[in-house]
């Protein structure tokens, strides 16, 4: 607290706004549904790489297979950059066309 007084003779005392940290803008990282990708894959995707449970996983899963895409977690860039990055090469290194990406929120 300052120790500045409130009001002076001449008058109210202008206080300064206490600075606001900006929010950072956040990321949707999202997966894509493909006719080859097998469903226990993806499973296994969202539990390594977003900490979903089983039944969390399978529900995403089951969301992006009927409705063609789905929403895996939000992230600040840095951290949505690297998932993405994450599946994308599991995905290669097993050989399988599973697509990930991003979108602001
Ligand atoms: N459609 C795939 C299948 O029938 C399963 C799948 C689900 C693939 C989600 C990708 O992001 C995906 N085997």
Redesign the pocket.
């Known amino acids: 607290m300052s120790d500045k007084p409130q009001h002076s003779l001449e008058g109210p005392v202008v206080q300064e706004a206490k600075p606001r940290l900006q929010k950072p803008q956040l990321y949707k990282v999202i ?9 226990e ?2 499973i296994i995707i969202l539990e390594r790489f977003f900490a979903k449970n089983r039944e969390d996983a399978t529900r995403i ?2 969301h ?2 009927q409705k063609g895409i ?1 929403i895996c977690g939000i992230y600040i860039r840095e951290i949505a950059e690297t998932k993405v990055r994450q599946v994308l090469s599991y995905a290669q290194e097993h050989q399988h066309p ?2 990930c990406a991003m979108e602001p929120e």
Not at 31 to 39: E, F, I, R
């Open positions: 997966l894509l549904n493909d006719d080859y990708t097998p469903m894959f993806v899963m089951m992006v297979h789905g599973l697509q």
